[in-house]
């Protein structure tokens, strides 16, 4: 049961991310992801083969500590955004925003019901609050296509730099999936604590 629940957390927040990025989209003048019938919680619409079923299956059976993937993402034409070079940015930051979001609400929920008869919802909500951190800290990275590049992007305008990160982007991905997590691990538990009054355990 504990498994299956963390699945459902992973793919509702993985949706919930990608349909952040177009709701921004469409709030700043790109109506793509909407045309495309891509800002809906319906999990078909949003699926990614490797991303959705493939890695989290493969994490589960190598038993990691935590569950980790991703939707489809979804589209949006920069050349239609009001202010293509900033909206870009705000586009970007809208998903791994919409996960804290997420770790805060159920983080305050945990506040609440440590203590009270409800406590038996605090093991659920932790997984909650873990998963959105987990993600919204890893597409953090300036590394293309994470979200942090394109807010790297917009703060420091260098084709250079550009150019560098696009070019050798699947070898950093690799080097994040690989070792990254072992930077994003602190900063989870530091930001679990902070929210939930609790210890990651």
């Known amino acids: 049961m504990g498994t299956i629940f963390q699945l459902i957390v992973l793919l509702f927040s993985v ?37 959705s079923v493939i890695l989290p299956l493969l994490l589960y059976f190598i038993h990691s500590p935590f569950l980790f993937g991703w939707a489809k993402p979804v589209p949006f034409n920069p050349l239609n955004l009001r202010h293509p070079h900033r909206d870009t940015a705000l586009v970007a930051v809208a998903g791994p925003l919409s996960n804290i979001s997420l770790a805060v609400i159920f983080g305050l929920l945990i506040r609440m019901l440590t203590g009270t008869a409800f406590v038996s919802l605090v093991p659920l909500f932790s997984v909650i609050v873990f998963i959105n951190l987990i993600l919204a800290v890893f597409n953090l990275f300036p590394v293309p296509p994470l979200d942090g590049s394109k807010i790297l992007f917009y703060l420091f305008p260098s084709d250079q730099l550009k150019s560098f990160l696009r070019q050798y982007s699947m070898i950093l991905i690799m080097f994040v999936l690989f070792f990254g997590f072992r930077l994003i691990w602190p900063v989870v538990g530091m930001a679990f604590r902070i929210l939930t009054g609790i210890p990651l355990s």
């Open 15 to 51: 949706i919930v991310h990608e349909v952040s990025h177009g709701a921004m989209a469409l709030f700043l003048g790109d109506d793509t992801a909407e045309r495309m019938g891509r800002l809906t919680l319906n999990p078909l619409a949003h699926l990614d083969p490797f991303g």
